[in-house]
């Protein structure tokens, strides 16, 4: 069975490989095709579409974005086979970065008043543009407020801990819309971390489905094979496309593996047609029709 990988990220946010070394590792996995979807920035897609190329490997271009759906805790849409350079959603990555900049500040600022000031220009240095939580827990590990990068998130960092500031966020109608506009297959990416029950999740994905969304990842790492099949059964319920990904991040996340999660995820390629039909239009095609 051919394996894929449509959920990763890279130097360009939180990851600590280049876009070039993601697709490099996907080929030498023998995966038949790897996205790269970095929050809020498709700032690494040129490298990593030309390193497909040379290597004969489907680079899927894509983006991850947390969105407001009424809960306390963002979703997370990832939009695969987008066209960066469409101005709308190009417009609102910049203005995602932003948002993502003001929470920064704030979150440091909240920091040092807990008694552990963070010098930004050292965090920036360590981040090629997506400064977010995760490196944020790395300098809080090495000034010694917290053993390891999981203890910082539940000490000062997780959305119930004293450091967080919740970021401005689209909401899901208008990223959905934004999404779509791009050309982009919108899915509803590792849907656990919403802490919802079935119920409300199905709840949820019909609000979802009734504004565009078109995949649901149904594989990921912390999904057991019993909870990717019950969200396969989901998805097909409200017309969704199944995904699925690892959610790579290189070395920051050393128990998450490029194409394999924790060791046992196994995504098929036989997903890729289903997706690839929600595509909202065909490569090359204008955003407007002339
Ligand atoms: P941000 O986009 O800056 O809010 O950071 C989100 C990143 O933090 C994602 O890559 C998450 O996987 C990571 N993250 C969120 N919660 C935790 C947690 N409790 N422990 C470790 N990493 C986390
Ligand atoms: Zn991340
Ligand atoms: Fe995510
Ligand atoms: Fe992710």
Redesign the pocket.
Known sequence: MRLIDLHTHTTLS?GTDPPAEVVRRAARLGLAAVAITD?DTADGLPEALAEGRDLDLEVVPGVEL?VEVGLKRSAHLVGLWLDPTEPRLAESLVWAQGARRRRNLAMIRRLAELGWPLDLERLNARAAGGL???HLAAALVEAGAAKS??EA??RFL?VDAPGFVP?ERLGSAEAIGLLRGAGAVPVLAHPGILGLGWAALDELLGRLRAQGLEGLEAYYGEADWPRQQRLITMAAKHGLAVSGGSDF?GAAKPGVLLGFGGGTLRVPASLLPGLRARRQRAPGEPAEPI
């Open positions: 939180d929050h947390g977010g939580r995760p990068q999981s998130f539940a997780a970021k991040h």
